[in-house]
């Protein structure tokens, strides 16, 4: 039996920056959550959102998060008034799902949390977690989509993830949503990085 409270250790450890964490059944109900996190009012309506998968947002304690990404394995979503992030990921068989709250403050957090929740919720259906790294049939290279050693292919996850990463680009509600956030609140630290990232960008494709 899964010793949910340990799950979720292992995933703050993991991943500081999550501050708090629910597991939900495939029904909807909370099976273990953080002390300091009470969402068994709306975690119903939100699963059922994320199941569908054309939601444009969902609502969590009356704070309204946009959607960033929702896929019937992944849940990405953020507050553009800075009140914090959703990151949620299903177990391997479908039959639970954990959902944590990230900190408004954490960097980069849409590309650094989704390993670490992926690495907790394979952990639903049974895997064993014993380095801190991985969990069967998911480490940390292959949940970042890492090229193994000889291949001469694309890595289907890393194909996965750029795919993923395109209908970001294309979604009002991804990419073009944050910058225009980020330039309406003129943070001069992300823009600053959008900027290296875009000549990084011309280099790569040489435009």
């Known amino acids: 039996m899964v010793d949910y409270a340990s799950v979720i250790n ?16 495939s029904s909807g109900n909370v099976l273990h959550s953080t002390d300091n996190w009470d969402v068994s009012r709306d975690i119903g309506r939100v699963l059922t959102s994320w199941r569908m998968g054309n939601a444009q947002f969902v609502i969590l304690q009356d704070v309204k998060y946009s959607i960033i990404q929702m896929e019937p394995e992944r849940l990405i979503a953020t507050n553009f008034k800075r009140q914090g992030h959703l990151v949620g990921a299903a177990a391997p068989d479908g039959g639970k799902f954990l959902i944590a709250y990230i900190s408004p403050d954490a960097e980069a957090w849409n590309h650094t949390a989704y390993p670490s929740v992926a690495r907790a919720a394979a952990m639903l259906s049974g895997a064993s977690h014993s380095t801190g790294v991985s969990v069967t049939g998911v480490t940390q290279s292959a949940s970042l989509g890492a090229a193994q050693p000889g291949q001469s292919s694309v890595d289907p996850t890393l194909k996965t993830e750029i795919e993923n990463f395109l209908s970001w680009i294309k979604d009002p ?3 073009a949503g ?17 900027a290296e990232i875009y000549n990084d960008f011309r280099r790569i494709f040489n435009f």
């Open 178 to 194: 944050y910058v225009s956030y980020y330039l309406q609140i003129n943070d001069s630290y992300t823009i600053s990085q959008l």
């Open 173 to 175: 509600q991804g990419l």
């Open 10 to 25: 292992i995933l703050v450890q993991d991943y500081p920056d999550a501050l708090a964490v629910v597991i939900i059944d």
